[in-house]
């Protein structure tokens, strides 16, 4: 029997630079196709509504610390999987649900949305600095100079990191996270993963001390608060792994919404122009940017016991490659998908997943879309690509690495005297 669909195409350098013909092509099979027997999963599933039946059905669940151990995975040696298996992330259903609601009392929507002016201070403090890189003309690299330290500093505030300690985290986010890219892992870099969760670890571990002897209205001060009162809802092992993922996961993906934002914009004059003229549309564009390149672009489920998904079997043990990226492009659910469409109309996308691992974070990462694109697009009316972007090369945590833009003059200072909209109020 032949099998239409190999891991090996998927895996290879052309599909991780641009997934969507590739995708294309999946979605012309259905919803979901099967695998070869000696493949690492039974089936990838790509339709829409099979993503989403994956993702909320309790049968299909994450590769918690059982499935690992059936598996033969020494999980146990590694110190980035303990972390992950004792987070959220990788928790089995009764954990999940235990730990996430004690989060979900700490990460409120009121404390979110307190945070917006600090949004517009970080966003308005980096456009200065952008400003000033990019003086003369001078090409300067977005990521470095704004989409990485941005959503770093607001999960910092969040979580209360320390402004002199920010800096010190991206390096060892880089290396924590570079284990969830799908395919096999080299040694070096697994290495150098354990290395940054035991410094994570380390970090936060003083940080909990800190903020117990002195507590402050941040979100670590609130979790050891509820762990003092409720020691048999948290352990330490747990608090300390989700404040890791917490930050990781705020920071990395929310970057890469803004590097891919951007360069989808600057690609379509007459979509930029609309949001410039119009703030309020951002929303809108945030959606439609996390639909159309979103910073995640797959999930991995094992069956709990024999089922199917979209008429393909899945015998009980084997995973479920659930690729959400192509599900934001499904043409059964988002007509004409490979079209960038901010009007588009409901535009419930899986780039924050579905069901139970819905990323706890969502709310957080659209607002501060919602609040730096407009003032980023406004300050510089002439904003715009220095260099032919590089290829993303991972399909988890996907975006730009680097991204040269010229920011050109800022508004503020044009000649004419035409003072810049004041964004002050939308934040």
């Known amino acids: 029997m032949g099998f239409p669909v190999s891991l090996d195409e998927l895996l290879g350098d052309e599909v991780r630079r641009d997934p969507y013909p590739y995708y294309a092509r999946l979605h012309e099979l259905g919803e979901a196709v099967a695998l070869a027997p000696t493949a690492p999963h039974a089936v990838v ?43 959220m992330f990788n928790a089995p259903a009764e954990d999940h649900a235990r730990v996430r609601h004690l989060f979900g009392q700490a990460l409120t929507a009121r404390r979110v949305a307190a945070l917006e002016p600090a949004i517009a201070r970080i ?99 609130a979790l050891a608060s509820l762990r003092a009162d409720r020691p048999d809802q948290l352990s330490e092992a747990e608090l300390l792994a989700n404040l890791i993922v917490t930050y990781n996961a705020g920071f990395r993906t929310t970057a890469n919404l803004f590097g891919s934002g951007l360069t989808l914009l600057l690609a379509r004059p007459a979509a930029l122009a609309a949001l410039r003229a119009d703030p309020s549309l951002a929303p809108a564009y945030v959606e439609e940017i996390l639909r159309y390149e979103p910073p995640v672009h797959f999930a991995v489920r094992y069956a709990a016991e024999d089922t199917e998904v979209a008429g393909v079997d899945v015998p009980r043990g084997r995973t479920a490659l659930v690729l959400t990226g192509a599900a934001n492009r499904d043409p059964r659910r988002f007509p004409d998908p490979d079209t960038f469409d901010p009007s588009r109309a409901d535009n419930r996308h899986l780039a924050f997943s579905a069901g139970p691992h819905y990323c706890v974070g969502a709310a957080l990462g659209r607002t501060e879309g919602r609040i730096a694109l407009p003032r980023l697009l406004d300050r510089f009316p002439a904003l715009a690509l220095a260099a032919t972007p590089g290829e993303p090369r991972q399909l988890m945590l996907r975006g730009h690495d680097q991204l040269a833009v010229r920011v050109g003059e800022p508004a503020a200072d044009r000649p004419d005297g035409t003072a810049r909209v004041d964004l002050a109020q939308r934040a």
Do not use: C, K
Not at 46 to 60: I, N, T, W
Not at 130 to 153: K, Q, T, W
């Open 123 to 221: 966003t308005d403090d980096l456009l200065d600095g952008l400003a000033e890189a990019g003086a003369d003309g001078r090409p300067v690299d977005f990521m470095a100079a704004f989409a990485l330290p941005l959503p770093s500093a607001v999960v910092g505030e969040l979580l209360g990191v320390p402004p002199s300690d920010r800096a010190w985290f991206p390096s060892r986010v880089r290396a924590f996270d570079a284990v969830l890219e799908i395919g096999p892992r080299s040694f070096r870099e697994i290495r150098a993963a354990n290395r940054a969760a035991e410094e994570l670890t380390g970090y936060f571990t003083t940080l909990l001390a800190a903020r117990r002897a002195e507590p402050r209205d941040d979100l670590v001060s």
């Open 45 to 87: 599933v790509h339709g829409y509504a099979a993503a989403q039946r994956v993702l909320r059905d309790p049968v299909f669940r994450v590769l918690d610390a059982r499935y690992l151990d059936r598996a033969g995975v020494r999980w146990r040696d590694h110190a980035v999987l303990r972390t992950l298996q004792a987070s």
